[in-house]
């Protein structure tokens, strides 16, 4: 079971919390949760036990106190923006979808009642009903939330537009597909909608439809995965319209649902975050910041950092368009599984490895399409993405927006985490997303990658060049023999490189300034890079010391496009390239590669075998937390 400390905090995101007056503190005192009506105090148990029967996670008092303290500082920094500015921006700009931008700061200052006057806000929410009625899923999910946290207090006018969003003329709109994220905002805000405002639903089929989408969805990530994962840019999207359902739904198997979605989402989320970086492969982004993506801002709000003086820096750091996707979180009742706080501040044993697969985007059937492997260490992180197919689509949504290869080093101050990516060029000189050509192998810190192309290749434009891209503060490599060497914060990154011509880019171009390349010019280019700590090698010499226990053998590479490397911690790699393919044939230690069957998720503390409805999560202080899918819907077992 879930146990929750029960507070003032936790009414702020129920629907109970549109019962308390107006001057309610957003962050309030003991004395003042006792100061409480009996009738209303009754009401926030009644709501405290069904979160605590749907809800097997535990909540500390000082952990809360911290959460509350995070979502205070950013309410108030999307507060301040000016409303009017931004209302005349939009329209200037004729932007499309004005909601996305002026709702974060109407619910923010809404939430601050003691700071901002209600009413220009209930006047701007008419006029955008007036101008924008479109019932699209960036305004879904954060309009459905504004709604219940104050539907007590609404006035008439827009009290009876959020009525109509459920006549016949409107209701099919909560329906409308698109992206993967844009199903969870529109479906799940408004299935909350349906379920919890009380009005009349003309077309009831629309919920029906909208649960059975999200039960599906569930089925999916917890048999083959997911499409959009560990998406930095578009997490906090999903995020947002599931959170709607688990605070306002008022059946409480829709509760469950969006509760067994969002410890799915909080899982993969903590597995991966890098010290405030999205870390390893993903799909839909590539981060390079620090605390500053959608799904970090999510993170942030939900477990903050070890050190709790950076959370003020952190608030004003962020971004507008990214400190939008933390006001959902900061605002709703809802808190991962405790076991995951500290995987995700890497406060377990280190270093750990992991093993995932993903499906076809969309696909509700095309298992082991991609497969990751992810390293983790306590100074850096690294991950690569393997992709099956050679496919030169160069519009659309998924194949430009993948994270190949990405190596996160920790900031020891907790500021801005160096990331560097590897591969090819076709969709940017920065190395991201997937080159058709791209073919990686990894073991633990250790990466091949080589890029050798056909006549397909040249024909679609594929540029003859691979790209190591790191930021530029960091200089030069040093040189030894074939190596080339940085260090960089705590950690060291080498490499050797093969290719017609090497040249160092800097910048890589105009528009990243911040970064540099090294180089790999011609149609048959390849890379070892190697990763390790300081601590493990504290001088320069000691790591050319360890360089030279490794080997690298490419006798049969310009013919055969094989190359060997004994890496420095001691693993034997063999990867051939396959030039009419996408995946290399390889060997780890001896062992044939084999991706068949990958897990969805494999590692000392998050599992989920392929196909098998089942995911857990072993914390070493904690203990087992598992999340399973049953025919009668998802259930939740905690042990020692």
């Known amino acids: 079971m879930r146990y929750w400390v029960v507070n003032l905090f936790l009414a702020i995101a129920l629907n109970a919390c549109a019962t308390l007056p107006m001057s309610t503190p957003s962050i309030a005192s ?112 954060l309009d459905v939330r504004i709604f219940f946290l104050h539907r007590n207090r609404l006035p008439d006018p827009v009290k009876a537009s959020y009525q109509s969003m459920l006549t016949r003329s409107r209701v099919e709109e909560w329906s409308e597909g698109g992206t993967e994220n844009h199903g ?31 039960r599906s969805q569930l089925d999916k990530f917890l048999t083959i995965g997911q499409g959009e994962f560990h998406s930095s840019t578009y997490y906090g999207y999903s995020i947002a319209g599931l959170l709607n359902l688990y605070d306002f739904a008022a059946t ?91 995987i995700a501040h890497k406060q377990v044993p280190l270093p750990f490895s992991v093993q995932a697969s993903h499906p076809v985007y969309y696909s509700y059937h095309a298992d082991n399409h991609l497969w990751e492997t992810f390293y983790v260490t306590p100074d850096y992180t690294v991950g690569t993405l393997l992709e099956g197919s050679r496919d030169y689509q160069v519009e659309g949504t998924i194949r430009a927006q993948y994270a190949t290869y990405k190596l996160v080093i920790r900031d020891p101050n907790g500021v801005n985490n160096p990331v560097i990516s590897l591969g090819g060029t076709y969709h940017s000189p920065m190395a991201t997303g997937k080159t058709p050509g791209d073919q990686y192998l990894q073991e633990r810190s250790a990466v091949i990658y080589q890029q050798i192309l056909t006549e397909s290749d040249v024909e679609a434009g594929i540029p003859a060049r691979s790209h190591l891209v790191l930021p530029m503060g960091y200089g030069e490599p040093r040189r030894h023999e074939n190596w080339y060497i940085w260090r960089i914060q705590e950690t060291w990154v080498v490499a050797q490189v093969w290719g017609d011509e090497i ?9 990243q300034a911040a970064y540099q390349a090294l180089g790999a010019i011609g149609s048959q280019t390849a890379w070892i890079v190697d990763v390790a700590r300081v601590s493990e090698y504290p001088t320069f010499d000691s790591l050319i010391r360890a360089l030279e226990q490794t080997e690298v053998r490419d006798d049969g590479w310009e013919t055969e496009g094989r190359l060997e490397y004994k890496s420095l911690a001691g693993d034997e790699l063999t990867m051939t390239y396959q030039r ?55 259930k939740w077992e905690a042990k020692p």
């Open 184 to 214: 969870f905002m529109q479906r799940g805000s408004g299935l909350a909608l349906m379920d919890g405002s009380g009005f009349p639903v003309e077309l009831p089929h629309v919920a029906e439809t909208n649960e059975a989408w999200l």
């Open 580 to 634: 009419q393919g996408a995946i290399a044939i390889a060997s780890i230690n001896g062992k044939p590669r084999q991706l068949e069957n990958w897990p969805v998720l494999e590692s000392p503390y998050v599992r989920q075998p392929l196909n098998s409805g089942v995911l857990e999560v072993k914390e070493p202080h904690l203990g087992i937390w598992r999340l399973q899918s049953t025919p009668t819907g998802p």
């Open 30 to 141: 003991r004395e003042q949760v006792n100061q409480w009506t009996n009738a209303q105090k009754e009401e926030l148990r009644e709501r405290s036990t069904q979160t605590q029967r749907l809800s097997p996670h535990s909540s500390l008092d000082t952990t809360e106190v911290a959460f509350q303290r995070r979502s205070l500082l950013i309410r108030q920094r999307i507060a301040r923006q000016n409303l009017e500015e931004r209302d005349r921006w939009w329209r200037k700009n004729e932007i499309g979808d004005p909601h996305k931008f002026l709702l974060p700061i109407i619910l923010a200052r809404l939430s601050l009642p003691e700071d901002y006057d209600p009413q220009p806000n209930w006047d701007m929410l008419l006029k955008l009903e007036r101008e924008r009625p479109d019932l699209y899923h960036f305004r879904s999910m």
């Open 503 to 511: 040249v160092l880019q800097i910048p890589v171009d105009e528009k």
């Open 252 to 342: 409480p198997e829709l509760r469950e649902l969006a509760t067994a979605l969002l410890d799915w989402y909080a899982t993969n989320m903590a597995l991966r975050l890098s010290w405030g970086t999205s870390g390893g492969a993903e799909s839909r982004g590539f981060d390079r910041n620090t605390w500053n993506t959608g799904l970090s801002a999510v993170a942030w709000v939900w477990w903050g950092t070890p050190n709790r003086t950076h959370d003020q820096a952190i608030a004003e750091g962020m971004q507008r368009n990214f400190a939008r996707l933390a006001l959902a979180p900061s605002l709703s009742s809802y808190r991962p599984p405790e076991h995951l706080r500290a």
